[in-house]
C-alpha cells in the first residue's frame, strides 16, 4: 500500500531550539496535513496544505507544501516544552477521497528545559 | 461542538470476552472513521463511513472485528472474541467533505484497551 516516510522517527532538543521534520512519498497527494498527538489524546490538527507550493504557519508552527507535491515539512520555532509530543503528516491521495488519508508514523519531539 | 466523543476512554477486558467501542462523531459530519494505533504500526485505518454506509472496510483485520453506523450520530466498532494481540488504542474520527474543509479529520481522545 501507499507510505509515508516521515522523519526524524524522535528528536531530543533543548527548549528555545528550531525544530524540522518532514515526509515525503512516491505518490503525488492533494493535501498534506500535519498533526499533533499529546500523551493520551487523539491527534489535533495544526496545519492544512492544499497547492504545491503554500507555505502556512500558525503561531511558531510553518508548513509548506513542497513542489513536487509528494513532500511537505513542518518546522517549529523556539521550541518550548508544550512541544513535547507526536507530531504525524498526513497526505490525502485524490480530491473527493475521504478515505485516502495516509499517515506517516510520526516524530516523537522531546524538549528539554 | 463537543468534538468526536469516544467511550470508554480505557477498556482491560480477558481473552475470548467481546468488546463494544462507541464513537459520536461530530455533528454534521458525514464520514466517520475508526484507526487502531500500535507503536508497530502507527495509525491503521480499520473502516469508514459515508452517511452512515460503509465504503471501505479493508483495514479491519479480521471477522472478529465489525463495525455498525446505526445513525448519524453513533457508530460502534466491536470485537468478539478480543484476543491479547488486539491491545491497542482505538480512534474514532470525523469529517465534513467540502471544499474549504479539505476533508480534515478530526479524532476522539481514544479507546485504550487492553486485553488480557
Known amino acids: 500500500g501507499q507510505q509515508l516516510n516521515q522523519s526524524p522517527q524522535s528528536m531530543f532538543i533543548q527548549e528555545g531550539e528550531d525544530v524540522s521534520m518532514n515526509c515525503t512519498s512516491s505518490?503525488?497527494?492533494?493535501?498534506w496535513l500535519w498533526y499533533k498527538q499529546d500523551p493520551g489524546e487523539g491527534p489535533v490538527l495544526l496545519i492544512a496544505l492544499y497547492k504545491a507550493g503554500e507555505l502556512t504557519s500558525n503561531g511558531r508552527l510553518t508548513a509548506q507544501f513542497g513542489i513536487t507535491r509528494k513532500d511537505s515539512f513542518l518546522n517549529i520555532s523556539a521550541s518550548i516544552p508544550s512541544d513535547v509530543g507526536i507530531y504525524f503528516c498526513?497526505?490525502?491521495?485524490?480530491?473527493?477521497?475521504?478515505?485516502?488519508?495516509?499517515f506517516g508514523k510520526g516524530t516523537k519531539l522531546s524538549v528539554k528545559p | 461542538d463537543a468534538g468526536v466523543i469516544q467511550s470508554p476512554r480505557h477498556e482491560v477486558t480477558e481473552m475470548g470476552q467481546e468488546v463494544t467501542l462507541r464513537c459520536k462523531p461530530i455533528s454534521g459530519h458525514d464520514y466517520l472513521f475508526w484507526y487502531r494505533q500500535t507503536m508497530m504500526r502507527g495509525l491503521e485505518l480499520l473502516i469508514y463511513?459515508?452517511?452512515?454506509?460503509?465504503?471501505?472496510d479493508s483495514g479491519m483485520p479480521e471477522d472478529r472485528f465489525s463495525a455498525k453506523m446505526p445513525n448519524a450520530s453513533f457508530s460502534t466498532l466491536k470485537i468478539q472474541p478480543s484476543e491479547p494481540r488486539d491491545s491497542a488504542v482505538y480512534f474514532c474520527?470525523?469529517?465534513?467533505?467540502?471544499?474549504?474543509?479539505?476533508?480534515?479529520?478530526?479524532f476522539g481522545a481514544g479507546t485504550r484497551l487492553s486485553v488480557l
Open positions: 505518490s503525488i497527494f492533494n493535501t
Open positions: 498526513a497526505g490525502q491521495l485524490r480530491s473527493g477521497s475521504q478515505g485516502n488519508l495516509i
Open positions: 463511513f459515508n452517511n452512515n454506509v460503509p465504503i471501505d
Open positions: 474520527a470525523s469529517s465534513l467533505e467540502g471544499a474549504l474543509s479539505g476533508n480534515i479529520q478530526y
